[in-house]
């Protein structure tokens, strides 16, 4: 098994930045891949960017491509989401997943709230 935890989240205008970090412990070894997905009321949940071991394989939604960056330390097995020039189209529960050859596993989510 392999536990996520997310922090960063949080109250921010529009315009501003936050990061996202998250943490991965257990069987972390069966990873190859992480990413960050959010899901905004009434939206089904999107993935908004993805990193991938041993590989170039970083994907970007079209939707925060040259505002939002992931990158990772995996000397602490932490992947960070830094989110710039952030809009109120945002908004969103930000969730951390991780897996091998698909996502499968979660963290709780972490709330990111733009206001105009």
């Known amino acids: 098994q392999v536990q996520l935890v997310e922090s960063g989240g949080g109250l921010v205008q529009a315009g501003g930045s936050l990061r996202l970090s998250c943490t991965a412990s257990g069987r972390t070894f069966s990873m190859n891949r992480m990413g960050w997905f959010r899901q905004a009321p009434g939206k089904e949940r999107e993935l908004v960017a993805r990193?991938?071991?041993?590989?170039?394989?970083?994907y970007y939604a079209d939707s925060v491509k040259g505002r939002f960056t992931i990158s990772r330390d995996n000397a602490k097995n932490t992947v960070y989401l830094q989110m710039n020039s952030l809009k109120p189209e945002d908004t969103a529960v930000y969730y951390c997943?991780?897996?091998?050859?698909?996502?499968?596993?979660w963290g709780q989510g972490t709330q990111v709230a733009v206001s105009s």
């Open positions: 990193t991938m071991w041993g590989s170039n394989g970083t």
């Open positions: 997943a991780a897996g091998e050859v698909t996502f499968r596993y």
